[in-house]
């Protein structure tokens, strides 16, 4: 506490606070107490008055009542916040009712008070909002200061804020001919276009909306065209996060260098044949890739073998079995786009290295398939298998390499010569009878034009809105969604899909996320045997890991809360630990509500538990008290109002 007083007095000795409330004895005696604070305090009775002194002076932070005669707290807030977007504001009320908390925060509010106002929460509110204010000063005064130093640099260097060009340094200027920031600014769409497309290359997928695309990577190698010295060079690019929402794109010419190391690279890593990484290579490729795998993204491995490679060689001969393989090569070439890897692995198969899910796979796979049966020149009894393998998160080289051989295996022996699988479990891809049911029902809502309406959540945050189908597949449906529930598919991998047309509430996993287009494409679908759209309780996941102690006859079990409502709480335990049924369970948690602790103990009983490889979710029933209700209740209000907060974010941004 003392730490805190100390940070108020530093943050506060300059500044100058409006407070405004209608209590004149509560008015006084909360002036008193900021004067101890701030260097000075102008009150006001209602919020006309406030205003009136706003327009007259110029303040550093607001505090205000809510519920006040003439102009209420939160009109005159909106129309402060039409004269200045970044002053902070507190507000003091007696409810916390989500739909005022929701209004507040549309209208820009910063913080919130309940009445009566504790000293000590009053304290580490201010403290919590000045060094909010103070930080974002301080990121202004490193920008002026970055925008000095940037020229100096021998690297290409811009600064870019979402997709808008803010800074950029002398060499940038110069290699794109330009003359300063604001025509680089001009042209900065157009500048995509100097990009050269090339295999182990970034190129745009969109050469005009480069930026979007570049900014998305942490490094990546390009090729541009240089109007100065009328020749193509290799930069290697660094993206660096910088704060408010910018980041630092660095680009250094290594053209002379990759030069130099390019023949002892192709001497020790290239298939002189198809002109593709060998074995070896590919191989090494792929552990860097494990090494910095990230579980959230895709991975997979596809083998092409040429079944009768033995038998081709000996009817026609190595030179033309071998030709076979080149033209091969230039098929896959042509099929797969710069981001995938591309290797002959041996003597008679193909491999590619990508970061695409099974499904995109299946897709190149069919269109690798339907380009060699249209290509004349390569000869038809040239037998194909192909396989493609899920990379895991406990994968090796070895094991990827062993599992793929096991489906090539299959793969030759099937119909249709390809088999997908998935890494982790095993299965072959197929889609379920129940599914292709409901690929027929939506395929008739996209013929009819039916709309669709999508919901899922968000930390516990409902997120819901009408899309239109554009796309039905053998596998999946594609779907037109605005972008905050595009934001929260991608968060939570699931969705539910519904209409009045329906009968039931359909679940589909999220396939992959279609930004360019606004389209989601969903899979795996089965109905729902429960509406999760009608709720009964409110549910939120929290902020941080949140520990858990679970006791009963003498027993302790630790865990951690994985979602919370006003009536039950879902934990993740590990080890052999079981819980009985109809036991009474004390559950004792801290739960972290805005600057305050909010510590519990709370009755229930286990409702379910359910059984995972290493783990179990254990969903308990509440039997709160009153008093834990009402904590309940302010930390679901809370944390609601966090999460709001911060999906408005990811969605403005």
Not at 110 to 120: F, G, V
Not at 134 to 160: C, D, G, S, T
Not at 270 to 297: A, C, Q, R, W
Not at 480 to 509: H, M, P
Request: hydrophobic share 40%; with cysteine; charged share 30%.
């Amino acid at each position: 506490m003392t730490k805190d007083l100390e940070k108020l007095k530093r943050f506060g000795k300059t500044l100058t606070v409006l407070y405004v409330e209608d209590d004149i004895t509560l008015q006084k005696e909360t002036k008193v107490f900021l004067l101890k604070f701030f260097k000075k305090v102008i009150t006001a009775d209602n919020g006309a008055k406030a205003l009136e002194r706003f327009k007259e002076q110029d303040f550093h932070l607001i505090v205000a009542d809510v519920k006040m005669p003439v102009m209420d707290g939160l009109t005159m807030c909106q129309e402060i916040r039409k004269l200045n977007k970044k002053i902070p504001i507190i507000v003091t009320t007696a409810f916390d009712e989500k739909e005022f908390l929701f209004k507040a925060l549309e209208i820009g509010v910063t913080n919130y008070l309940l009445k009566p106002i504790e000293h000590k929460i009053f304290i580490l509110t201010l403290v919590k909002t000045l060094k909010e204010n103070f930080l974002e000063k301080r990121v202004e005064e490193l920008n002026a200061l970055l925008k000095n130093i940037i020229n100096y640099q021998k690297n290409m260097l811009v600064v870019v804020k979402e997709t808008k060009i803010v800074l950029a340094n002398r060499q940038f200027l110069e290699f794109f001919s330009l003359h300063s920031l604001h025509e680089a600014q001009i042209r900065q769409k157009s500048l995509g276009l100097s990009f050269i497309q090339e295999d182990g290359f970034f190129y745009p997928e969109h050469p005009l909306e480069w930026i979007n695309e570049m900014t998305k990577l942490k490094s990546c190698k390009v090729k541009i065209y240089s109007n100065k010295e009328k020749e193509e060079i290799v930069c290697m690019v660094e993206i660096t996060p910088l704060p408010s929402k910018e980041c630092l794109i660095s680009l250094a010419d290594v053209t002379k260098i990759l030069k130099e190391d390019k023949k002892i690279q192709d001497d020790a890593s290239m298939d002189p044949l198809t002109n593709t990484y060998n074995g070896y290579k590919f191989t090494e490729l792929v552990e860097s890739f494990i090494k910095h795998y990230d579980l959230k993204d895709d991975g997979t491995i596809i083998f092409i073998r040429v079944d009768n490679y033995k038998y081709l060689k000996e009817i026609y001969g190595y030179k033309e079995a071998n030709g076979y393989l080149k033209k091969l090569s230039d098929v896959l070439r042509f099929a797969i786009t710069p981001d995938i890897v591309l290797s002959r692995f041996d003597d008679k198969s193909f491999a590619l290295l990508n970061e695409q899910s099974l499904f995109e796979s299946l897709e190149l796979i069919q269109k690798i398939k339907k380009l060699l049966a249209e290509d004349t020149t390569i000869n038809q009894e040239v037998r194909l298998s192909f396989s493609g393998t899920k990379i895991g998160k406990n994968d090796s080289v070895s094991s990827l390499i062993s599992k793929s051989d096991k489906y090539l295996y299959l793969a030759k022996e099937s119909v249709e010569n390809d088999t997908i699988t998935d890494a982790d479990s095993e299965t072959t891809f197929e889609t379920s009878g129940e599914s292709k049911d409901i690929l027929r029902l939506l395929k008739g809502a996209m013929t009819k034009r039916n709309p669709i309406k999508v919901f899922n959540l968000y930390k516990g945050l409902s997120v819901s809105s009408e899309g239109q189908i554009d796309f039905v597949g053998e596998d999946s449906v594609g779907v037109i969604l605005g972008k905050s529930q595009l934001l929260a598919l991608e968060y939570e991998k699931e969705g539910y899909i519904y209409s009045t047309n329906f009968s039931s509430v359909i679940k589909a996993k999220v396939e992959k996320i279609d930004w360019s287009h606004h389209r989601c494409f969903f899979s795996l679908f089965k109905r729902a045997p429960t509406s999760p759209v009608h709720r009964k309780c409110i549910r939120v996941i929290p902020r941080s890991a949140t520990p858990v102690t679970l006791l009963y006859d003498n027993e302790t079990i630790q865990g951690n809360i994985l979602d919370i409502s006003k009536n039950s709480l879902a934990i993740k335990i590990t080890g052999d630990a079981t819980l009985p049924k109809e036991q009474e369970i004390e559950l004792l948690f801290s739960l972290v509500a805005g600057v305050r602790d909010i510590a519990m103990s709370v009755h229930g009983k286990l409702k379910l538990m359910i059984e995972n490889p290493n783990w179990k979710k254990v969903v308990i029933d509440l039997y709160p008290d009153r008093e834990s209700e009402k904590k309940l209740s302010i930390y679901i209000t809370t944390r609601q109002m966090e999460i709001v907060r911060e999906f408005k974010k990811k969605s403005e941004q």
